[in-house]
């Protein structure tokens, strides 16, 4: 083999056949990287959330969690926010959903699992995917994104419960209709009334039900021209949420009340209030509004009436319905 004098170097034959096979190797491996990291983008993720120290005290106590102090939860909401954030800036869309350690546990005792360890909660979580309280990813700071998820846990207990409630009610005793299913329909024509009533504006609409097991509550808002030909703009699943809580106050009969609260452009915020009673959605009067926007919920003391806030009656949406 030749040497160069110049350097003291060895000097080898290049082989074209052996380089062209090394860099179509290259070639081939780099396209299916590219072609796994482009089909990566196209699987969602899930990532399953503590919502609460106390949660996350919880599953402290399974040695194959990535953390053992319950004092980190601060730390755990710090890394899980930059998880979040890799999995958006790589274009991968993720849902957050709300890990509960006892249902988790439940979980694994239907399921005959063990729970402490890591493919367990991952199956876990993607069934939460599915059915559980989840919400998209998009950005938002972790301190904005945990109460969130609780809302969204909160509202679909409600929804649900309140659908218990039509679903138990029965069939009217004298006709036969199905007093749950009469009782949706007629809060759903009660919230066009309200919403027609209110006239153009923003409306916060509240409907406070309280039952044997759980106080529901239900929150609408709704954007009004005044044109009636102009449909109302109400977000996402409020709508039915509301409807579906009215029903079950409607169909139980007992007490509850319902408020809105109307902004619009030039004028004073106006309040006008509704009571449930015995079935019916009764129009409050302007003095009986102030009262009860007037009064602490707590204590039953008199507060300060708002400023730039007129106390109005109610107005008439409900027809009488025949069930009682």
Not at 126 to 140: D, F, I, N, W
Not at 174 to 187: K, L, M, P, Q, Y
Not at 255 to 279: F, I, Q
Request: glycine letters at 12%; charged letters at 25%.
């Amino acid at each position: 083999m030749p040497h160069d004098n110049d350097t003291g170097t060895h000097r080898t034959r290049s082989n074209p056949g052996h380089r062209s096979t090394r860099s179509t190797r290259s070639t081939r491996g780099t396209r299916s990287a590219h072609r796994r990291r482009a089909l990566r983008r196209e699987v969602p993720g899930t990532v399953g959330l503590l919502a609460d120290a106390g949660d996350f005290a919880a599953m402290c106590g399974y040695r194959t969690f990535g953390f053992d102090r319950p004092s980190d939860y601060a730390d755990y909401l710090h890394h899980v926010d930059g998880l979040l954030r890799s999995f958006a800036a790589r274009g991968i869309h993720t849902t957050v959903a709300l890990f509960d350690p006892d249902e988790y546990a439940e979980y694994c005792g239907e399921h005959g699992l063990d729970p402490d360890t890591s493919e367990t909660r991952t199956r876990f979580t993607a069934e939460l995917a599915g059915s559980g309280t989840v919400l998209p990813y998009t950005g938002q700071p972790i301190d904005e994104l945990v109460p969130l998820l609780v809302d969204e846990a909160v509202r679909q207990a409600t929804w649900e419960y309140a659908t218990a409630v039509l679903a138990g009610v029965g069939r009217c005793a004298d006709c036969g209709e199905d007093i749950g299913h009469a009782s949706f329909d007629r809060a759903a024509d009660a919230l066009k009334r309200l919403v027609a009533g209110a006239g153009p504006g923003h409306h916060h609409f509240v409907c406070s039900v309280p039952t044997e097991d759980e106080q529901l509550v239900a929150v609408l808002h709704a954007d009004t021209t005044g044109d009636p030909d102009t449909p109302p703009r109400i977000e996402g699943r409020e709508s039915l949420d509301f409807v579906t809580v009215l029903a079950a106050g409607l169909a139980l009969g007992g007490p509850g009340g319902l408020v809105v609260r109307s902004t619009t452009e030039g004028h004073r915020d106006r309040v006008h209030g509704w009571r449930l009673d015995r079935g019916r959605l009764t129009a409050l009067s302007a003095a009986a509004v102030f009262n009860a926007y007037c009064t602490d919920a707590d204590t039953g003391d008199l507060v300060a009436p708002e400023p730039g806030v007129e106390y109005c009656p109610g107005y008439e949406v409900d027809a009488p319905g025949p069930h009682h």
